[in-house]
């Protein structure tokens, strides 16, 4: 038997910092979606916070980046679970 191909696979410890390096934004369907905050610039503005503290950790960092997270976005993820 042939081994399965894999297309890609980590083989050392920082290539997992090119997992999960890409988030949805205008121009890719979002924006014709009825996403409640797309069109709100607060919201966005929060979420490119969070989506930089994401996209700026690296593996070999000493600190995780923490989010403090309002009261509001709490209940909002509270609500949703």
């Not at 910092?17 to 503005?45: C, E, N, S, V, W």
């Amino acid at each position: 038997m042939k081994p399965k191909e894999v297309p890609w696979f980590p083989l050392k410890l920082e290539d997992f910092d090119q997992i999960g390096k890409r988030i949805l934004g205008a121009g890719d369907g979002i924006q014709d979606t009825d996403h409640p905050g797309f069109k709100d610039k607060d919201y966005r503005m929060r979420r490119a916070e969070i989506a930089n503290a994401a996209l700026c950790y690296r593996i070999e960092d000493d600190n995780i980046p923490i989010i403090d997270y309002s009261d509001q976005e709490k209940n909002t993820w509270n609500y949703c679970f």
